[in-house]
């Protein structure tokens, strides 16, 4: 088993940048694929990025493609997520979650563990 806490989130100005992190603690990091999700007021979680078990291959949804990036530290038990040229759409409570598989999924039911999420507002 595996806890997750995130943290870095805040409100940032439109066209500005946050890296959000993924602590893990308990069970080995390494030994999980995690995902980044989103969820804005009145609207259903949508996935964000992924990474491999392995931190080699990485997965991003069409809007933060070329924006986001999502990397990971297994020697710090941490995933990062960075974000980049921040629209107020971008505007949501962000997840981190752990997925017991090799590679990356888009599917938030693969994930078995979740984070409590941290608040990313940004303004325009």
């Known amino acids: 088993q595996v806890q997750l806490v995130e943290s870095g989130g805040g409100l940032v100005q439109a066209g500005g940048s946050l890296r959000l992190s993924c602590a893990a603690s308990g069970r080995t990091f390494s030994s999980y694929s995690v995902g980044w999700f989103r969820q804005a007021p009145a609207k259903e979680r949508e996935f964000v990025a992924a990474?491999?078990?392995?931190?080699?291959?990485?997965h991003y949804a069409d809007s933060v493609k070329g924006r986001f990036a999502i990397s990971g530290d297994n020697a710090k038990n941490t995933v990062y997520l960075q974000m980049n040229s921040l629209k107020p759409e971008d505007t949501a409570v962000y997840y981190c979650?752990?997925?017991?598989?090799?590679?990356?999924?888009?599917?938030?039911?693969?994930?078995?563990?979740w984070g409590q999420g941290t608040q990313v507002t940004v303004s325009s």
């Open positions: 979650a752990a997925a017991d598989r090799v590679g990356t999924t888009n599917y938030g039911g693969a994930y078995a563990y």
């Open positions: 990474i491999s078990r392995s931190r080699s291959s990485t």
